[in-house]
Protein backbone atom coordinates (compact mmCIF):
# COMPACT_ATOMS: atom_id res chain seq x y z
CA UNK A 1 0.00 0.00 0.00
CA UNK A 2 1.93 3.27 -1.45
CA UNK A 3 -0.02 5.48 1.49
CA UNK A 4 -0.34 3.43 4.11
CA UNK A 5 2.09 4.58 6.67
CA UNK A 6 2.91 1.34 8.98
CA UNK A 7 3.97 -0.01 5.22
CA UNK A 8 6.60 2.65 4.73
CA UNK A 9 7.63 2.16 8.62
CA UNK A 10 7.46 -1.64 8.16
CA UNK A 11 9.57 -1.37 4.72
CA UNK A 12 12.29 1.08 5.92
CA UNK A 13 11.05 4.12 3.77
CA UNK A 14 10.44 5.80 7.07
CA UNK A 15 13.59 6.17 9.47
CA UNK A 16 12.48 3.61 12.69
CA UNK A 17 14.33 2.53 15.31
CA UNK A 18 12.84 -0.92 15.39
CA UNK A 19 12.72 -2.73 18.45
CA UNK A 20 11.87 -5.90 16.83
CA UNK A 21 11.75 -6.75 13.39
CA UNK A 22 12.09 -10.38 11.33
CA UNK A 23 10.72 -11.67 8.04
CA UNK A 24 6.62 -11.20 9.17
CA UNK A 25 6.67 -8.56 12.01
CA UNK A 26 8.30 -5.38 13.28
CA UNK A 27 8.21 -3.34 15.93
CA UNK A 28 8.29 0.12 17.07
CA UNK A 29 7.19 3.01 19.84
CA UNK A 30 4.45 5.20 19.03
CA UNK A 31 4.27 8.50 18.23
CA UNK A 32 1.71 9.35 20.89
CA UNK A 33 2.37 6.98 23.99
CA UNK A 34 -0.44 6.12 26.15
CA UNK A 35 2.36 4.41 28.49
CA UNK A 36 5.53 4.42 29.52
CA UNK A 37 5.77 1.52 27.05
CA UNK A 38 3.99 1.82 24.52
CA UNK A 39 5.21 -0.53 21.33
CA UNK A 40 3.24 -1.29 18.17
CA UNK A 41 3.47 -4.16 16.56
CA UNK A 42 2.53 -4.94 13.08
CA UNK A 43 2.21 -7.38 10.13
CA UNK A 44 4.69 -6.18 7.36
CA UNK A 45 2.19 -6.84 4.77
CA UNK A 46 -0.73 -4.71 4.82
CA UNK A 47 -4.10 -5.27 6.25
CA UNK A 48 -6.22 -2.77 7.23
CA UNK A 49 -7.87 -4.54 9.96
CA UNK A 50 -7.65 -7.67 11.76
CA UNK A 51 -11.07 -7.91 9.72
CA UNK A 52 -9.10 -8.79 6.41
CA UNK A 53 -6.72 -11.47 7.67
CA UNK A 54 -7.45 -15.30 6.86
CA UNK A 55 -4.21 -16.89 6.84
CA UNK A 56 -3.98 -17.60 10.99
CA UNK A 57 -0.14 -17.96 10.87
CA UNK A 58 -0.91 -13.75 10.47
CA UNK A 59 -2.04 -13.92 14.19
CA UNK A 60 0.13 -16.41 15.38
CA UNK A 61 3.56 -14.36 14.18
CA UNK A 62 2.03 -11.21 15.65
CA UNK A 63 0.75 -12.75 18.80
CA UNK A 64 4.39 -14.68 19.39
CA UNK A 65 6.29 -11.66 18.26
CA UNK A 66 4.34 -9.67 20.96
CA UNK A 67 5.00 -12.40 23.90
CA UNK A 68 8.46 -12.48 22.92
CA UNK A 69 9.11 -8.52 22.84
CA UNK A 70 7.60 -8.49 26.19
CA UNK A 71 9.56 -10.60 27.72
CA UNK A 72 12.61 -9.23 26.17
CA UNK A 73 11.48 -6.06 27.67
CA UNK A 74 11.17 -7.20 31.23
CA UNK A 75 7.36 -6.62 31.30
CA UNK A 76 6.73 -10.06 32.49
CA UNK A 77 6.93 -9.27 35.86
CA UNK A 78 4.88 -6.27 36.61
CA UNK A 79 2.31 -7.30 33.66
CA UNK A 80 1.18 -5.86 30.69
CA UNK A 81 -1.48 -5.19 28.20
CA UNK A 82 -2.11 -6.20 24.48
CA UNK A 83 -4.83 -4.01 23.05
CA UNK A 84 -6.00 -4.48 18.76
CA UNK A 85 -8.42 -1.22 17.99
CA UNK A 86 -10.44 -2.31 15.05
CA UNK A 87 -12.53 -0.58 13.41
CA UNK A 88 -14.03 3.47 13.87
CA UNK A 89 -15.71 2.00 17.26
CA UNK A 90 -12.67 0.12 18.08
CA UNK A 91 -10.92 3.69 17.76
CA UNK A 92 -8.45 2.45 15.07
CA UNK A 93 -7.29 5.52 13.24
CA UNK A 94 -4.38 3.58 10.97
CA UNK A 95 -6.09 1.38 8.45
CA UNK A 96 -2.89 -0.95 9.23
CA UNK A 97 -3.36 -3.95 11.66
CA UNK A 98 -1.62 -3.06 14.67
CA UNK A 99 -0.91 -4.63 18.20
CA UNK A 100 -0.53 -2.32 21.27
CA UNK A 101 1.84 -3.37 23.68
CA UNK A 102 1.24 -1.18 26.82
CA UNK A 103 2.89 -1.04 29.98
CA UNK A 104 4.69 0.72 32.70
CA UNK A 105 1.61 1.91 34.36
CA UNK A 106 -1.65 0.68 36.74
CA UNK A 107 -3.82 0.39 32.92
CA UNK A 108 -7.50 1.69 33.65
CA UNK A 109 -10.55 -0.87 33.14
CA UNK A 110 -12.78 -0.70 31.32
CA UNK A 111 -11.45 1.12 28.43
CA UNK A 112 -12.79 4.45 27.69
P1 LIG B 1 -5.02 3.08 16.65
O1 LIG B 1 -5.78 4.25 17.25
O2 LIG B 1 -5.27 1.78 17.39
O3 LIG B 1 -5.21 2.97 15.16
O4 LIG B 1 -3.50 3.41 16.93
C1 LIG B 1 -2.67 4.07 16.03
C2 LIG B 1 -1.43 4.48 16.79
O5 LIG B 1 -0.42 4.75 15.87
C3 LIG B 1 -1.60 5.72 17.66
O6 LIG B 1 -1.36 5.38 19.02
C4 LIG B 1 -0.53 6.68 17.16
C5 LIG B 1 0.38 5.79 16.36
N1 LIG B 1 0.98 6.40 15.19
C6 LIG B 1 0.34 7.02 14.18
N2 LIG B 1 1.21 7.43 13.23
C7 LIG B 1 2.44 7.03 13.66
C8 LIG B 1 3.74 7.15 13.11
O7 LIG B 1 3.98 7.70 12.04
N3 LIG B 1 4.77 6.62 13.85
C9 LIG B 1 4.56 6.00 15.05
N4 LIG B 1 5.61 5.51 15.68
N5 LIG B 1 3.33 5.85 15.58
C10 LIG B 1 2.29 6.38 14.90
Known amino acids: MDD?????????????????????????????PQAPVHVLVIPKEHYASGVAVEDASVWANLMSSAVKIARELGLEKDGYRMVINTGEQGGQTVPHLHLHLLAGRNLGWPPG
Not at 9 to 32: C, K, M, Q, W
Open 4 to 32: CIFCKIAHGDIPTDFVYSDEHVAAFRDLN
